[in-house]
């Protein structure tokens, strides 16, 4: 089961931790993944990160950015986020997948978490 947290309204400019939570299973098993979904769009794919944290993948879009992290002590998966745009504005899901390496496909994740929404004003 993971939980995500950690959404808001900030200025733009601002920043936002993002925290997605794993519980009842093996976390360092597992990658994972950030997606969004902005209000009429489809969901994209933001950043994902290998099971022992050494790889990560960032979309274009929030390269330079974003950055993802885990602590697999804490069963924890953190997406902080900086220099917000409005653009950033959107539902935030993090998902848990068993593949190896980076995950950068959504279609490859099997476990979703609920969103936190994030709104960026600007």
């Known amino acids: 089961q993971l939980q995500a947290s950690g959404g808001g309204l900030v200025q733009a400019g601002g920043s936002l931790r993002l925290s997605c939570a794993a519980s009842g299973r093996t976390f360092s098993m597992y990658a994972v993944g950030w997606s969004r979904q902005a209000p009429g769009k489809e969901r994209e794919f933001v950043a994902g990160i290998s099971r022992g944290g050494g790889g990560t993948y960032y979309d274009d879009s929030v390269k330079g950015r974003f950055t993802i992290s885990r602590d697999n002590a804490m069963s924890t998966v953190y997406l902080q986020m900086n220099s917000l745009k409005p653009e950033d504005t959107a539902v935030y899901y993090c998902?848990?997948?068993?593949?190896?390496?980076?995950?950068?496909?959504?279609?490859?994740?099997?476990?979703w978490g609920q969103g936190t929404e994030v709104t960026v004003s600007s």
């Open positions: 998902a848990a997948s068993l593949r190896s390496g980076v995950v950068r496909l959504d279609e490859n994740y099997e476990y």
